[in-house]
């Protein structure tokens, strides 16, 4: 068995365990959010990024689109989008915690609930972006293997079964490999 051969039937796999673990990232971000939104709330204000009188919209809304995105991963529809919208969120979250730093504030970033201002040098910036990077890592995994087992992506567009001698290349497939 090839390199190739063994790609195509672990990468649905891994891809599998890739999508739900942004889902669960996701539900574990946005429960403490949904919990207590006035502090969601403080979080976003604390950046000092956005207008003031959008931050409670932004503070209140995050969390449920947390989990609509959420539940988008879990069932594996539209996953190249899902995983689309999860970069964009990264992203944004990226240059939030840069620019907080860039800025010197000391904040949580209260991803995953809670933040706000925090006693000087306390904020861990580092580690809030090595988290980020690792969080891009995932998303970009998804969005170029979008392809995974137990979704209705799969259940929706079912990839045709190629044989040995069947000229047709996997990888030319809209949904990659």
């Known amino acids: 068995m090839t390199f190739g051969d063994r790609m195509r039937v672990v990468q ?3 891809s599998l365990v890739v999508r739900l673990a942004m889902a669960g990232i996701l539900i ?3 429960i403490p ?7 969601s709330i403080i ?10 009188a959008i931050v409670p919209f932004v503070g209140t809304v ?4 947390e ?8 069932v594996g529809l539209w996953t190249r989008w899902a995983a689309g919208a999860w970069l964009l969120m990264m992203a944004g979250f990226t240059f939030g915690v840069i620019w907080a730093w860039s800025q010197g504030l000391s904040i949580d970033c209260g991803c995953f609930g809670g933040g706000g201002e925090v006693e000087e040098g306390t904020a861990n910036y580092t580690g809030h972006l090595l988290e980020r990077a690792g969080f891009i890592a995932l998303g970009l995994y998804l969005f170029v293997w979008p392809r995974s087992r137990f979704s ?3 259940w929706l567009a079912p990839q045709p079964v190629i044989e040995d001698n069947d000229p047709v290349d996997a990888v030319s497939s809209p ?3």
């Open 28 to 30: 574990f971000a946005a």
């Open 12 to 14: 649905p796999w891994l």
């Open 33 to 39: 959010k949904v919990q207590d939104i006035p502090q």
């Open 43 to 52: 979080a976003v204000r604390a950046y000092r990024l956005l207008p003031e």
């Open 152 to 154: 209705l992506d799969a």
């Open 67 to 74: 989990i609509a995105l959420a539940l988008w991963l879990l």
């Open 175 to 177: 949904e990659g490999p």
């Open 62 to 65: 995050l969390p449920f689109l």
